[in-house]
């Protein structure tokens, strides 16, 4: 496949429009890759030409980010690669401090990642969850001075309530810090809720969409359906879980399963690939998390980009997975929209208003001959 760079957010940060997630990189969780096969991984994406790499201090217990530094170093990629790592879980039970998104811990976390890449500057340092307590102001700026510092170039939040994201980016605006330049959230035809809030707020306010879980899980891969017995996949194990992001086994998405099935079978192409495709083509996206397990995973989930997906079987995969407008929502679409316009086609700009800016094509040469 061809892969296309974008800028991250309002950064100048260019990224792959798929990124590989490393939460899969080594098995002491129980599940995940051993090394060679998160090194096999690695190198495919490479040679598609993937430059964007995310993992966490919390991911394995600091397996990825020190597997993830070592494949990097190996290959001389610092330059090429762009790693995002995250802060805020706690992994030294009974030290509060060791967790959340307090100075204190941000600066424990920046310094241990570092050491664990073998870097002296993560690319991208992002919150890994709202901790409920921290002041946005106290998370900003202290960001904001790891940024001064050389030790981060951009941030980001993830798993944040809207306001909190809003609130945050209004703070680094009205003070002249780093501003968020992403916001990495789960996003997936199973889960939709980021359309509502952070959508608008990414595009309006220049922070691009990082989607964590594009195949919710594993749901959407094709291994799983309804009335098979066994277990079939990392999904199984978590039937019984409290964790909210497992909580996937119900009716609205087992018949959003069987329309995936339908759309990818007269696609000629693998489900995983047109859930991707789907993901990576709605609006306000900037990249996809690809999180595999085997070898054979990442390389179909590489080619995701590499057709379209009609409109009509499009709106098919929208009908089926859509949800209820909440509100206030429900009173921003036409209905009460037009009330405000007094029945007048209204928009923003024309289209072709402002052009998409997409360098391509060979370098000119600059030699003689």
């Not at 330049?181 to 608008?200: D, G, H, K, M, T």
């Amino acid at each position: 496949m061809t892969m296309t760079y974008y800028t991250l957010g309002n950064s100048g940060l260019r990224v792959s429009r798929l990124a590989l997630g490393t939460m899969t990189f080594g098995k002491e969780w129980g599940w995940g890759a051993d090394r060679n096969t998160a090194r096999a991984m690695f190198d495919a994406y490479v040679e598609a030409g993937g430059n964007f790499f995310d993992t966490a201090d919390l991911y394995t217990g600091g397996t990825a980010e020190a597997w993830l530094g070592e494949f990097i170093a190996e290959q001389g990629l610092r330059d090429t690669a762009v790693i995002a790592s995250k802060f805020t879980m706690n992994m030294q039970p009974g030290n509060p401090n060791a967790g959340g998104n307090g100075r204190k811990n941000i600066m424990r976390a920046v310094d241990a990642s570092l050491k664990r890449l073998g870097t002296d500057y993560i690319d991208l340092y992002l919150m890994h969850v709202w901790d409920r307590l921290t002041p946005a102001e106290e998370v900003m700026r202290t960001l904001d001075d790891l940024v001064r510092m050389g030790k981060v170039r951009h941030v980001g939040l993830s798993d944040v309530p809207a306001w909190y994201a809003g609130r945050a980016q209004a703070i680094a605006e009205l003070r002249g810090y780093e501003p968020v330049s992403a916001l990495q959230l789960e996003y997936s035809l199973a889960e939709r809720a980021i359309e509502n809030e952070f959508v608008p707020f990414g595009t309006r306010h220049g922070a691009g969409i990082m989607v964590w879980s594009p195949l919710a899980s594993g749901l959407l891969s094709g291994k799983y359906r309804p009335a098979q017995a066994g277990n079939v996949g990392r999904l199984d194990g978590f039937r019984n879980s409290t964790h909210p992001g497992f909580q996937k086994f119900t009716e609205r998405n087992w018949a959003i399963v069987t329309e995936l099935e339908k759309v990818a079978s007269e696609l000629g192409r693998s489900m995983p690939q047109v859930a991707l495709n789907w993901v990576a083509t709605q609006p306000g996206i900037a990249t996809v998390i690809l999180g595999a397990t085997t070898l054979a995973q990442i390389q179909d989930n590489l080619g995701a980009l590499d057709f379209e997906i009609p409109a009509a079987l499009r709106d098919r995969l929208d009908s089926v997975s859509r949800t209820p407008t909440p509100f206030p929502y429900s009173y921003f679409g036409p209905q009460i929209q037009a009330r405000v316009t007094g029945g007048a086609a209204t928009g923003d700009k024309p289209s072709g208003y402002a052009l998409p800016v997409l360098v391509e094509g060979e370098p000119a040469s600059v030699s003689a001959g």
